[in-house]
């Protein structure tokens, strides 16, 4: 489904071209925060917020990568996105600003920057 | 396919014998067999167990749980099978082993689970105070549960039930992707998988900053073996070449997922280091272990970690590490700091340590005799010999008191299992075709593989939950810490008999907590004991003394390990409630709460 990005070609154009599954990711990046924040209903609260927290930026960060091998790939899902929740935290907590809204935007934000410049990027070869 | 010979463990001769309908009964009769022993283990009496743990209350069809659940394992080796059935065996194995602590009891199992809670509770409340203890100088995990907590909004002592479960999932992903990236053998992946989870009665997996330091340590020697990995070109044999012959060039040629990977490692390390103290040493020395075996095509990793663990310890950690040496091995010796101070106590508990001492002993064994089979049968890939016995060099190097031999057995169990697999895969059921067709395999064989892991996962079982006395917690004792709590003024002191006290996962920096196991421990005589106490009392004068906390797990804690029989834990209490000043707060049907006032120290000595 990956398309390759031609120079020369506007923003907008590029951002047309993205392949489907980064495109999906971005807009996960987006949408979960976002849905957790607004604290709907369980357990649609308690997946949102697990999906950003131990999933999103794992699979951002292991697609980027472009592991092949599916073991490594299961087992650096969560634990990247769990190193990351850590120490994102931890950061926003020394810098005494620690909110857990806070902490869930920024995770979303590496998701959608990293599957964003995953999407855009040169198709594996 | 169908006769494509399977990479061997061993000599003996399997097929890849797909069988689509034997596949979907060994997954559901696993799966069965998982949910069978959950619900078994549900029905426990928590007040009904006793000295030997959980084991002995267990029901027998949870026993036959165990055997169907290694019966389905034994018959899913020795072939190919479908890609869903090693998963769901799994699944079968981590509910049969791991879910019993998840629906035991009122609340999480494991006194320390609720400490963390109260740990996360108080930084999401903005206490951050490295001065406070050693969890704020390492607080990289709490803010994490703080998050989960908050964002999910999912009960904070559910989340704590829940996570040995869930940890042992992540670490079976970790150990899986580690072991994938030393064979492309399947049962050589799926039988050290099961040893593990069967020889981890260890007891980290809890929720705790050590179960996701675990996973990242995993994680991390996943990548540098799969990706970052390097072996030598016209190596020469014999020790002396070894590291002189031949050149070391990269197992992945794609340059950018290695430089991309390194990036990926540093991050988790920087994680790592931030969440726990000892994980990222062990790693480091690993590390440096592959390093000189030849085998890491990144060789200043261990330097850069080394330089990280140093920052942080110069910096974020310096308050805790003013008088908290890490490094500096025990000054009791390591054999009695981690074994022999361990192995005493009640005739129930002694039953249960040597179980322990025997399942670890066997899984050993076991890796032993695959290490020798493995180096006769000429494998000379030295990454899983490092990675088993440079977590034993640490034993003596690093101070962590009386858990360090239980903390290195963890790190190197992954890979004593995998040798562990080698003598045990000799007694995989033998797949054939008869006249084209597939045919069942030898009984004998899959009976006696069968019983040898059920043998295992039975002494796992009582190994893990050989506390459960007194690390499983009732709904009175829960409630009689929620009084404590409302009773004790702030900032006072809360004494709890013993250190299995369901308390601290709420308002964890507003008192100071003590224990009579740790207060009494130079004698546990009653006279001694009350003294002890009274002298903290007088000592707490300006709060009005103390508030002491005595459950039915403190005294099953107290006389379970040999400190306070219950004739001396009764007169120890009697003893309490005729001292002048003494006033029983709250009682219920398994706990008292007493306050104690100051200057009755004097009258200690006429009780009896």
């Known amino acids: ?125 | 396919m169908t006769n494509v010979a399977v990479r061997q463990l061993t000599d003996v001769a399997v097929r890849a014998v797909p069988r689509p309908g034997v596949d979907l009964g060994i997954g559901a009769l696993a799966l069965l067999c998982g949910g069978v022993a959950v619900w078994s283990a549900a029905g426990v009496e928590t007040t009904a167990l006793g000295d030997g743990g959980l084991a002995p209350a267990l029901a027998p069809v949870f026993w036959v749980a165990v055997v169907g659940l290694n019966l389905a394992f034994v018959l899913s080796l020795g072939r190919r099978v479908a890609v869903w059935l090693s998963p769901a065996l799994v699944a079968g194995l981590l509910l049969l082993l791991y879910a019993p602590a998840s629906v035991l009891g009122a609340g999480p199992r494991l006194a320390v689970s609720w400490r963390h809670l109260g740990v996360a509770d108080a930084m999401a409340n903005g206490v951050f105070d490295p001065r406070i203890d050693v969890y704020f100088n390492w607080p990289g995990f709490f803010p994490g549960l703080a998050t989960f907590i908050e964002a999910t909004g999912l009960p904070p002592l559910q989340v704590a039930m829940w996570a040995p479960l869930v940890n042992a999932a992540l670490w079976s992903l970790g150990i899986v992707a580690v072991l994938r990236a030393l064979t492309p053998d399947k049962d050589a992946i799926v039988i050290p998988l099961w040893l593990f989870l069967i020889g981890n009665w260890i007891d980290q997996d809890y929720l705790s900053p050590q179960a996701l330091g675990f996973l990242l340590h995993l994680v991390v020697l996943a990548l540098v073996l799969g990706v970052l990995g390097a072996r030598v070109q016209g190596g020469a044999s014999g020790l002396r070449n070894f590291w002189r012959a031949g050149s070391r060039v990269p197992e992945r040629a794609d340059g950018r997922l290695r430089r991309l990977a390194l990036g990926l490692v540093l991050v988790l390390s920087v994680a790592l280091v931030s969440i726990h103290q000892l994980t990222p040493i062990v790693l480091a020395f690993s590390l440096v272990g592959l390093v000189l075996v030849r085998r890491s095509w990144a060789p200043l990793l261990p330097v850069i970690l080394g330089l990280l663990l140093v920052l942080w310890m110069l910096y974020p950690a310096s308050t805790y590490l003013v008088g908290h040496p890490v490094f500096g091995g025990d000054d009791g010796g390591v054999v009695q700091a981690n074994l022999t101070e361990r192995v005493v106590g009640s005739r129930g508990h002694l039953i249960v340590q040597g179980v322990r001492i025997a399942l670890t002993v066997a899984v050993w064994t076991l890796g032993a005799i695959g290490v020798v089979q493995s180096w006769r049968s000429g494998r000379r890939d030295l990454r899983p010999y490092v990675l088993a016995v440079v977590p034993f060099l640490m034993l003596p190097v690093l101070n962590y008191g009386g858990e360090m031999l239980l903390r290195v057995t963890l790190f190197s169990l992954p890979f004593v299992a995998f040798f562990a697999a080698r003598p045990l895969a000799s007694l995989r059921p033998r797949w054939r075709h008869r006249a084209g067709r597939p045919a069942r395999p030898g009984t004998g064989r899959v009976l006696a593989f069968t019983l040898l892991l059920s043998l295992l996962c039975a002494g796992s079982v009582t190994a893990k939950y050989g506390n459960a006395r007194f690390d499983i917690f009732t709904a009175d004792e829960v409630e009689a810490v929620g009084m404590l709590h409302d009773l004790a003024p702030a900032g006072s002191v809360l004494v709890a008999g013993a250190s299995s006290t369901p308390w601290a996962s709420q308002d964890y920096s507003r008192y100071t907590r003590r224990t009579v196991q740790a207060l009494c421990e130079a004698d546990f005589g009653p006279t001694a004991c009350l003294h002890t106490l009274h002298e903290l009392a007088d000592h707490e004068a300006a709060a009005g003394g103390i508030t002491l906390l005595l459950t039915r797990g403190n005294q099953a804690a107290l006389r379970m390990q040999g400190q306070m029989s219950a004739d001396d834990f009764a007169q120890f209490e009697a003893g309490l409630r005729g001292l002048p000043g003494t006033s029983l707060l709250f009682a219920n049907r398994e706990a008292r709460i007493y306050r104690l006032a100051p200057h009755a120290a004097e009258a200690v000595g006429s009780q009896p």
């Open chain 1, 1 to 125: 489904m990956s398309s390759e990005s031609r120079p020369g070609t506007t923003r907008p154009a590029r951002l047309g071209q993205m392949e489907r599954l980064s495109a999906g990711l971005v807009a996960l990046g987006v949408l979960m925060p976002l849905l957790a924040v607004t604290q709907p209903v369980q357990p649609v609260r308690a997946l949102a917020a697990a999906t950003v927290l131990m999933c999103l930026p794992g699979l951002a960060v292991a697609r980027f990568l472009r592991l092949r091998e599916p073991l490594l790939f299961l087992a650096v899902v969560p634990s990247v996105s769990l190193a990351l929740t850590a120490l994102a935290a931890t950061g926003l907590m020394y810098a005494g600003v620690w909110s857990w809204q806070l902490t869930l935007g920024s995770l979303g934000a590496v998701t959608v920057a990293v599957a964003a410049i995953t999407g855009l990027g040169d198709p594996p070869p």
